[in-house]
């Protein structure tokens, strides 16, 4: 005997001495029960009939299903007349107070039912083939019985358990079975009741073999919590149901086998007994394919990443079901893309993503490595199996087959490796759609691959195709995902005028790892830097599309020239004329480094941090924090801070420092204390603060970090000029232009600079109104060249013809410089060129 589970949900049922009370040692003679299993569906009839019921009560399963379930079991509370068994009533677990099992037919009962009953059931002749064919002659069954109510999606009612009293007693006590045991009696009981009762819950999937394993695993449930069947004894002894499938040892069916095989070679009829064991080997190959199906169901799909998932699926069959398992998928597969529809065909590359196998190390490593990709020809079992989306089995492979396959490996013979061997190749599908297929192999002197093999193999695949199309599709999505976020965030070069900047983005933990977290910087007037880091609200792909909208908005606005606290103004009214979801957070700041000046407007950000380069001191700026972009209604203000060269800014976004369950005041702590660390270069620095912070657990939003450092433009470094309306002031523009180079040792680049400024000035003494023309050389990374008038309307570049006067000058300005633009201002417009300093 086994031992059950069960647990106690304090359901209300009646008495009954199986449900309590002590356990008294198990009766050494009693060995498992035969058990006839039933289910009733809804409507009252037969849905399962075991071949246990076939035996007990004469009627073959073809013939039960879909009847009447009263028709067939024993409703009536009749009491045994035989004058050897203990009068007692006919549900004895309820001291004749229960219901009869017509109360649980119909539906009355809502809690487990067992009792005792005498049926007339037809008697089998025993020269019949079929035992359970149906004669003239009738017996009478003493029946032991269990009921239990059935609750779920399913079309199940009732669960009805079945033994044969009288043929436990004859097959385990002789015909004495009554001086050794007064009576037998169905109950229930708690799994407290019984010492191991984990290995016994393992067998009660057992009672429904011909179910699915979820409808199994639903009713067992049931089961258990209803109360585990057991026997009661005379003397109180009472023994959990163990099922007896009749499944012999091992050893036992070989021989069995061998016999009924014989018989057959021979021509004979096949003894009944021997026609039995073939059900019941059956039945027991189909349940190790199933726990195998489940036990592999388990191992694969732990992991949405591809690459692990390809692993699991390989691991899995081997060395219980093949020797040698090797795993090929189409090539878009394994880049996370998509791939045309239609099946495969002779030029379709497959890639060998994983290979395990029982033989030596290294044996197939050089003849098959991994990653080779390769197509399939038309005559192979593999192009058979891709195409069709069937597995396909060889039992053995010939040499003749051996030779063709390995024709397909240049210079590599591979015969030795899987000629003799059973061969099954299964599709790797879902959807319809053939991913990829595994090919498996068994060695010669291990069982070739049979239909039963090649269902469960058919069975793995489409199991493990579904856990490796949602690891691709995974994969693809989060493709697809990066590539939008990457597409939206800036390259900012690492030198800008008067600054050098450092940026860091980390994707968010979330599924999907897309956010609206952006960074920003943009070339102004002067010389000048916007520095910018914003963070719309929310997660997925709509806050990605906002972020790049409102990205493009602020660089537009930027282009402009706004002050920063006009710029988040006129970035609230554009957010609200978009949508009401339209929620975002902006921390905008303008550099100036000749004026060694900070502008900073703050839309409901997190505060900078400033790093002076002096002390080294580390500081959140004080600033007005204003609404979010979208509220409505706030005003901006900004603030003017003065730093030197050195100091270092900082600016970053919430998912850095915000942690479920900390107060956001210790990461901006750490964020000042981090950034204050020295670094070896800007790179090393936005990397300690990313440790520091993100060393914390629990983050799952995205990061947005920004660190400039403002190194400012020494005084020597800037020229400037006034110069009148007059034409004659380009020719001296043209003379200082080249006087200053000269003194900054840049004389190579006279000429291309007196003919570039001689553009930019005529053009704006001859459309300036009344204010003077400014020039403004700058010499840093690049020989920067400014040229400002009070005109509003900006230049364009226009296609000359032959006989035009003007519309040349910013042709020649676009053909020489290394960069050039133009930007609004408060009082005109500014025009401005770079050249490329010359090697040292």
């Not at 169901?297 to 699991?312: C, F, K, M, N, P």
Request: charged content about 25%.
């Amino acid at each position: 005997m086994e031992n059950g589970t069960d647990r106690d949900t304090g359901r209300d049922t009646p008495p009954s001495r199986g449900a309590g009370g002590g356990v008294a040692a198990e009766p050494a003679a009693v060995g498992r029960v035969p058990l006839a299993v039933v289910v009733v569906d809804r409507g009252g009839l037969v849905s399962h009939w075991s071949r246990g019921a076939g035996r007990l009560f004469g009627v073959p399963k073809d013939e039960a299903l879909g009847c009447s379930a009263v028709d067939l079991l024993p409703v009536s509370g009749a009491l045994p007349d035989d004058d050897d068994v203990a009068p007692y009533g006919a549900f004895a677990p309820y001291d004749e107070l229960g219901p009869d099992l017509e109360s649980s037919l119909d539906g009355r009962l809502s809690y487990p039912a067992a009792g005792r009953a005498r049926l007339t059931v037809p008697a089998p002749d025993p020269t019949a083939p079929d035992p359970t064919a149906p004669e003239q002659k009738h017996a009478r069954a003493d029946v032991l019985w269990w009921a239990y109510p059935l609750v779920g999606p399913g079309h199940e009612r009732l669960l009805v358990l079945a033994a044969d009293a009288g043929a436990l007693r004859q097959d385990e006590h002789g015909d004495d079975a009554d001086m050794a045991f007064e009576r037998i009696a169905p109950g229930f009981a708690l799994h407290t009741d019984f010492p191991g009762a984990e290995q016994l819950a393992r067998r009660l999937p057992e009672i429904l073999p011909s179910m699915s394993v979820d409808e199994s695993a639903r009713i067992v449930s049931q089961v258990l919590e209803l109360g585990y069947p057991i026997l009661e004894f005379s003397q109180n002894d009472r023994v959990p149901v163990t099922p007896d499938w009749g499944v012999p040892r091992r050893a036992e069916r070989r021989a069995r086998r061998e016999l009924a095989a014989r018989a057959m070679a021979e021509g004979q009829p096949v003894p009944r007994e021997l026609a039995d064991e073939g059900e019941d080997l059956e039945y027991a190959a189909v349940r190790e394919h199933l726990e195998f199906l489940k036990e592999v169901s388990g191992h694969i799909g732990t992991s949405l990443d591809l690459s692990r998932t390809i692993v699991e699926v390989s691991r899995a069959v081997v060395p219980r079901f093949t020797d040698v398992a090797g795993t090929y998928l189409r090539e878009q597969v394994v880049a996370g893309e998509g791939f045309p529809d239609g099946v495969p065909d002779t030029t379709t590359m497959w890639h060998r993503v994983a290979l395990e196998h029982t033989d030596e190390p290294g044996r197939w490593d050089d003849v098959v490595p991994v990653g080779e990709a390769m197509p399939f020809p038309a005559h192979t079992p593999f192009f058979q199996c891709m195409t069709s989306g069937e597995p396909v089995l060889v039992p053995r492979i010939s040499e003749e087959m051996g030779h063709a396959i390995a024709a397909q490996f240049e210079k590599r013979d591979i015969r030795p490796l899987i000629t003799h061997r059973s061969m099954l190749v299964v599709p790797l599908k879902a959807r319809n759609v053939v991913l990829g297929f595994m090919i498996l192999l068994r060695h010669p002197e291990r069982p070739v691959f049979n239909d039963m093999d090649r269902v469960t193999g058919a069975e793995l695949a489409a199991r493990a195709g579904l856990v490796l199309d949602n690891a691709r599709m995974y994969t693809y999505q989060e493709s697809v995902a990066e590539t939008l976020q990457d597409s939206m965030l800036p390259h900012i070069p690492p030198r800008m005028a008067g600054c050098d900047i450092a940026t860091r983005y980390l994707p968010g933990t979330l599924l999907g790892r897309v956010g609206g977290d952006w960074f920003d910087s943009v070339k102004l007037p002067g010389a000048r830097t916007a520095l910018v880091v914003g963070d719309v609200m929310g997660h997925g792909l709509n806050s990605a599309a906002m972020m790049g909208q409102l990205r493009t908005a602020v660089q537009t606005m930027a282009a402009l020239d706004l002050p920063p606290a006009q710029l988040l103004r006129n970035l609230d009214d554009l957010a609200q004329r978009l949508g009401d979801t339209y929620l975002a957070t902006c921390l905008y700041a303008v550099y100036d480094p000749i004026a060694g000046e900070l502008d900073i407007a703050n839309a409901g950000h997190i505060p900078p941090v400033l790093v002076r380069a002096g002390d080294g001191r580390s500081d959140l700026l004080d600033l007005p924090t204003g609404a979010p972009i979208g509220v409505g209604g706030v005003p901006f203000e900004a603030v003017r801070v003065r730093v030197e060269p050195g100091d270092r800014l900082v600016m970053c976004t919430d998912g850095l420092v915000e942690v479920r369950g900390e107060d956001i005041e210790l990461g901006l702590a750490t964020l000042c204390e981090s950034a204050a660390h020295p670094a070896a270069s800007m790179d090393d620095a936005c990397d300690m603060i990313i440790r520091a912070l993100n060393t914390r657990g629990g983050r799952k939003d995205d990061v947005a970090l920004l660190m400039a450092r403002l190194n400012g433009v020494e005084p020597d470094d800037v020229a400037e000029w006034r110069l009148a309306l007059d034409p004659i002031e380009v020719g001296r523009a043209r003379a200082v232009v080249r006087e200053q180079l000269h003194d900054w040792g840049l004389g190579k680049l006279t000429h291309p600079a007196e003919l570039l400024v001689s553009e930019l000035v005529t053009n704006a003494v001859r459309h300036s109104h009344s204010r003077p023309v400014e020039l403004r050389l700058i010499r840093g990374d690049t020989l920067l060249c400014e040229v400002d008038d009070d005109d509003h309307d900006l230049p364009t570049l226009r296609s000359a013809g032959p006989s035009d006067e003007f519309g040349r000058g910013l042709r020649v300005v676009s053909t020489l410089a290394r960069e050039w633009g133009t930007s609004r201002t408060k009082t005109g417009k500014t025009v401005w060129f770079e050249l490329t300093l010359p090697r040292r």
